[in-house]
């Protein structure tokens, strides 16, 4: 085993936690699972060259970014031109490897789409969080919520029994979002995390884009904003006030400038528990006290 392979590890090490195999030095992309991740998630990728001077990259699908990896720093030009060339086809492979699986995502999504059945109203996942179906589509147990990018559906979030939600492997997330009702010139648009809080927000008489996660939500109002230059634009945003960094308030404050939006906020009464982070979760406490 070449000693420039468990240096790579090493570097892959310090950057997820312990790894029990060894890189292939091939030059192709691998993927692998990254330690914390849910099991049988590969979104961790690596490619290693080990001719004259090792060198790779590695990255998350997940976590995003690219980490550079050289064994040791170059003498020559012709090193540095070698470790530069290396380093570009590591890129480019990624890249391929994104765009494939993109692809591969959304034509599994069109296909499952087409083939599901309207959502049953009495689906745990609905019924805990007191909303209705609308245009959501079901396959087996699992709710199937539709990612569009440009009017194309591109991924599909599938929401089990229990709550747990899993997109389509290596499907396309960023930019993309689920939207519900019809933007009218008129009327304020919506762009929110989750499918519940755009359902309890429509609910409410508003058009909604539900982005996702926090971090799709500059991306998405972005994109909303060219598509409605003129349009009144909301964040609705999470309030995670229980979590360091408050991400949800902070990445939502980060949408709405970027986007030229306004922002807000759940209002919590005094005795609301902390635990409660979106307006769906304040519907619901809400109802459940009496108060709706």
Known sequence: MK???????????????????VPIGDGEIHRFHVPGDKPGRLNGWYVLFVDTI????????????????????PHTRQE?????????????????ER????KQAAELARNWWRRAQPADPGHAYLVAKQVSAYTLRQRGDELLVPLYEYGHLVNLQRIGADGRKRFLRGGKVQRS????????????LCICEGWATAATLHHSGYAVAAAMNAGNLKPVAQALRMRYPHLQIIIAG?????TEGNPGRTLANAA??????????????????LTLTDYNDLVVWRRAHGRA
């Open 3 to 21: 000693v420039e392979t468990l240096l790579f590890r090493e570097a892959l090490q310090s950057a997820y936690g312990v790894l029990d195999w």
């Open 54 to 73: 090792a060198s790779g990259a590695f990255g998350s699908w997940k976590a995003g970014g690219t980490h550079t990896w050289c064994s040791r720093q």
């Open 80 to 96: 540095t031109e070698q470790v530069r060339q290396h380093i570009e086809q590591a890129r480019m492979r990624r890249e391929v």
């Open 99 to 102: 765009v494939r699986g993109q």
């Open 177 to 188: 979002y689920s939207p519900l009702g019809t933007v009218k010139p008129d009327k304020p």
């Open 238 to 242: 999470d309030d995670d006030r229980q």
């Open 256 to 273: 709405a400038v970027a986007a030229f939006a306004g922002v807000a906020f759940p209002d919590w009464p005094a005795e609301a528990p």
